[in-house]
């Protein structure tokens, strides 16, 4: 089914079938709601829109003063239905304890599904879902000295902690000259010193003779672009 112009009247005849079918009484635009079904006790609101928007995501969250049971409904999305953007909008739906409905227009006849029933949002799951994330995020800030990033930076080089540690041997083989991996643990660079010098990964170091290190050329160079942390790493002794 092709339709030149969508309207939001248009995704209400499929839905309206839904639930008709299901035993429920519908009326569309009760209230300021933009469908309500009824069922004996249950009442099930329907909030519609061309987009899923922030004010209809509002429209929604308000609705559920009155019910448990509020569905958002939209057209079937262009993008695909198995991207993480996708997935994103999936999970604020949940979290916030809606239903989704969407409706297709690709087929003779519109048709909707249900893609996201609403329900409690179990958020010490979701939590115990995400522990090594969590304890990952945990490590990252443990190996951090200080704020060297700034929040929403987007195409700038970001400090981790890993980089951090990198810069710190740097700095302490810039200022002592050659060293052992046991020597710089000693200045307190951390347990996986040797693990960094063998990888090697910024190509900052070189081993002149066996458990002897220094700091290339390149590393003096591109150290110089981290000031601040060169700084704090020279004065730390």
């Known amino acids: 089914m092709k339709i030149e112009k969508l309207y939001e009247v248009d995704l209400y005849k499929p839905i309206e079938a839904y639930f008709l079918e299901k035993g429920y009484e519908v009326y569309g635009e009760v209230d300021d709601c933009d469908i309500a079904a009824v069922k004996e006790d249950e009442l099930v609101l329907v909030e519609m829109k061309l987009q ?4 209809l995501l509002i429209q929604a969250a308000k609705r559920q003063r009155l019910s448990d049971f509020v ?3 939209i057209p079937k999305p262009k993008f695909s239905l198995f991207s993480k953007k996708w ?12 239903g989704l409905i969407i409706v297709s227009f690709s087929g003779k006849k519109p048709h909707m599904e249900v893609k996201i029933q609403p329900s409690r949002f179990d958020r010490e799951k979701s939590m115990q879902q995400s522990k090594k994330k969590r304890e990952s995020l945990l490590k990252e800030l443990k190996g951090r000295k200080g704020g060297h990033n700034i929040g929403g930076s987007h195409q700038t080089k970001i400090m981790t902690a890993y980089k951090e540690n990198c810069i710190h041997i740097a700095c302490c083989l810039l200022q002592f000259g050659p060293l052992s991996p046991k020597q710089l643990r000693e200045m307190g660079t951390g347990e996986k010193t040797l693990s960094i010098l063998n990888k090697n990964y910024y190509k900052w170091f070189e081993r002149t003779s066996r458990g002897i290190y220094i700091i290339s050329e390149k590393g003096k160079k591109e150290i110089q672009e ?8 020279s004065e730390v002794r």
């Open 52 to 55: 899923l928007t922030i004010k």
């Open 226 to 233: 981290y000031p601040e942390i060169v700084k704090y790493y």
């Open 87 to 98: 997935k994103d909008i999936c999970y604020l739906i949940r979290r916030l304890e809606l």
């Open 71 to 73: 569905y958002i409904a």
